[in-house]
């Protein structure tokens, strides 16, 4: 009986080391000097969603969008394998969503940050906003 429980407690302790040293990569990745690039969509986070899912139908694969807990105006976007790449070679995009003002209609402002900037990463990064803006196009197999 011991043996479970002490079995039991390692696999809940593991899982929560898992998700806190993410969690640290995470917020080690979100530090001015590995922005790569920011830009901003002329979406609302609807639009986007809606653009990864008719890229994923197209496809076959999208980027995965995530809302923040606990916030309206706040998700992240990562590569859909992000479970296969390594944790220094993960792309993040963070979008935070900007109200409407008489000069600009709704738009989303997006920061994305790499450990890395070479032209893969680069060409992902590309992948990543063309699935966003033109979700019929799937990047060729190069």
Request: net charge negative.
């Given at each position: 009986m011991n043996k479970i429980i002490v079995g039991t407690l390692v696999v809940l302790l593991a899982g929560c080391g898992t998700t806190d040293r993410s969690q640290r990569h995470t917020d080690t990745l979100r530090q001015t000097q590995y922005q790569?690039?920011?830009?901003?969509?002329?979406?609302?986070?609807?639009?986007?969603?809606?653009?990864?899912?008719k890229h994923e139908r197209h496809c076959g694969h999208a980027p995965v969008f995530t809302m923040k807990e606990g916030e309206a105006s706040l998700a992240t976007i990562t590569e859909a394998d992000i479970d296969d790449t390594p944790w220094n070679?993960?792309?993040?995009?963070?979008?935070?969503?900007?109200?409407?003002?008489?000069?600009?209609?709704t738009r989303t402002r997006a920061h994305v940050y790499s450990f890395f900037s070479n032209k893969e990463i680069k060409t992902r990064i590309r992948n990543i906003f063309n699935a966003i803006e033109r979700p019929e196009d799937c990047p060729s197999a190069t």
């Open positions: 790569r690039t920011e830009r901003t969509l002329q979406m609302t986070f609807p639009e986007i969603q809606q653009a990864l899912f070679q993960r792309i993040l995009v963070d979008l935070m969503w900007l109200e409407p003002s008489i000069r600009q209609e």
